[in-house]
């Protein structure tokens, strides 16, 4: 079963940028993980910002933005706001086996 | 309005079973994949399985494989998660998930809690 890593906590100013990063045991995160985005705040369910590396939803603000960083799966918020301090998760494939991360909490602060 | 709605939570004892059934509104169920994912309190997310339109393909992951069961009913637009043999670990909010186009978690359910007692 492939591990998937993630920074334990982050903290970014308001209106500041902070890049979030998603790691696997198997190696290099490439686009063939397909890697997957969610936001969740305490109390919620969870809400998908950014599938397939880079592609977001309609509700997904601009200033977030998925990429490819250095062998890793990458969450960039750019300009954050109070309300964007929540966990995220990463989420990767591997051909049937299906791992999420262990999630980031970021404060805004 | 777009709606997934997980019923069949509660209080189990360990070694019982559980059926937990996801309605959902405002799609094309027929049309779209599936998935359950858990999260046991104050943990994070754990995907639980997987099932496309036709229930052709299904998947598993290793902790539940054996003893859950993913299902669908087009005609009926649901979903369902049937557990049996369950464990002290598998006490958390269970939730579904719609995919939609090449996204697989387009839209989450509000999730039901299920507590096994040891």
Redesign the interface.
């Known amino acids: 079963?492939p591990v998937v890593t993630q920074e334990p906590s982050l903290t970014v100013s308001p209106g500041g940028t902070v890049t979030l990063t998603c790691g696997s045991s198997t190696g290099a995160v490439t686009s063939s993980h397909y890697p997957?985005w969610?936001q969740?705040k305490p109390g919620q369910?969870?809400?998908?910002l950014i599938?397939?590396t880079v592609?977001k939803?309609s509700w997904t603000p601009a200033r977030f933005s998925g990429s490819l960083l250095g062998g890793k799966g990458a969450l960039t918020l750019s300009a954050a706001q109070p309300e964007d301090e929540a966990?995220y998760?990463c989420?990767l494939s591997y051909s049937?086996?299906?791992?999420?991360?262990?999630?980031t909490k970021v404060t805004v602060l | 309005d777009a709606q997934l709605v997980e019923s069949g939570g509660g209080l189990v004892q360990s070694g019982g079973s559980l059926r937990l059934s996801c309605s959902v509104s405002g799609f094309t169920f027929s049309a779209e994949n599936m998935n359950w994912?858990r999260q046991a309190p104050g943990k994070?997310?754990?995907?639980l399985s997987?099932i496309d339109k036709t229930s052709d393909n299904i998947?598993y992951?290793?902790s539940v494989r054996g003893r859950f069961t993913i299902s669908r009913n087009n005609a009926r637009n649901s979903l369902y998660l049937q557990m049996n043999s369950l464990r002290a670990e598998d006490s958390a909010v269970y939730?579904c998930a719609i995919g939609y186009g090449?996204?697989?978690?387009?839209h989450?359910?509000?999730?039901t809690l299920v507590t096994v007692a040891p």
Do not use: C, K
């Open positions: 079963q997957y969610f969740q369910a969870p809400t998908t599938y397939d592609d939803h966990t998760y989420f049937g086996v299906y791992v999420f991360g262990p999630g | 994912v994070g997310l754990e995907w997987y998947f992951a290793d939730y090449a996204s697989w978690f387009f989450w359910g509000q999730g």
